[in-house]
């Protein structure tokens, strides 16, 4: 019987520091996202991702973002790589690129449409034998994946750990899919983290989160070794910003953007999506940036 995988702690999303009329990928500042990461102590990365913009990033940009992630991570924390193309055979040329430069495991977000078709396209994958792999359960409107279907992928395949959940109601599914394989699925959060201390409650082992570093590292360790109390109080102190960012995913990867170069690690908060960002919200976010740059300064109060 397959065991939990220890994939567990804040597992950062790779946000795209951008520059130039060109807006060519910044590498040296997206090597330096990364270090203020380790530093602020998250367990791994999962690059490229949504909050990477991957939609705008050509195929050759995803290796160069995913080699510099590996170096600068090496040995330090884990790299999960997305292989979320519509195109079986890219998926393949993508994973077997990027676990060359060293990644730990694999993240693949398929459509879905049937269960045998599902099943399959993680067939193809699991046979690559990555050392593991996610499968991503994301639909914001509905109750995603059916339970059922993910629970089969991951007693029949044996590279399949668990799956990172973005759907309607997570909590509820989290729950039940924990009780379904008796706590051995292993269960990410990712745009549910405005509701991190039910999720913690409930038992979800890795958290995805973009930005905040720090902050979501010590949320995460103090609810797991029993501090709940001092971990509800740093969250409600971040929560204004956190509220914040959750009104959009673009919104949230801009207002990370304008934190990251506040705090000295982007130069530009350039973005090649579209962005909506008035004057009113500038002034609110920042507002808001200071306090996240307080309470982040302040950890060991808590």
């Known amino acids: 019987m397959k065991e939990l995988y220890p994939l567990k702690g804040v597992v950062t999303t790779v946000i795209t520091p951008f520059y130039g009329e060109k807006k060519e990928i910044d590498i040296d500042c997206l090597k330096a996202e990364i270090e203020t990461a380790i530093q602020g102590k998250v367990a791994g990365f999962l690059v490229p991702c949504v909050a990477s913009e991957i939609p705008y990033l050509s195929f050759d940009e995803k290796l160069q973002m995913v080699k510099a992630v590996a170096e600068v991570a090496h040995g330090r924390a884990k790299v999960i790589t997305s292989i979320s193309s519509d195109i079986p055979e890219e998926r393949i040329r993508l994973m077997k690129q990027f676990l060359e430069y060293g990644c730990d495991g694999i993240n693949i977000a398929l459509t879905y449409t049937d269960r045998d078709t599902f099943l399959k396209d993680i067939e193809m994958i699991d046979k690559e034998k990555p050392p593991f792999l996610i499968m991503q359960d994301v639909d914001f409107g509905g109750p995603g994946i059916p339970d059922d279907v993910l629970i089969e992928a991951f007693n029949r395949y044996e590279t399949v750990i668990g799956t990172k959940v973005e759907v309607q109601y997570s909590g509820l599914k989290y729950t039940r899919l924990l009780k379904a394989t008796e706590g051995r699925m292993n269960i990410s959060s990712g745009w549910g983290n405005d509701q991190l201390i039910e999720l913690l409650d409930r038992g979800v082992h890795a958290i995805m989160p973009s930005g905040l570093f720090s902050f979501w590292a010590k949320v995460y360790e103090l609810h797991t070794t029993g501090q709940r109390e001092r971990a509800k109080k740093l969250f409600y102190d971040m929560l204004p910003v956190i509220s914040f960012t959750r009104q959009d995913q673009v919104l949230n990867r801009t207002f990370q953007k304008r934190l990251l170069k506040k705090m000295g690690v982007f130069n530009t908060i350039d973005s090649r999506e579209d962005v909506i960002f008035d004057e009113y ?20 109060d808590y």
């Open 281 to 300: 919200h500038q002034a609110y976010a920042e507002e808001l940036m200071e306090r996240a740059i307080y309470i982040m300064n302040h950890l060991a």
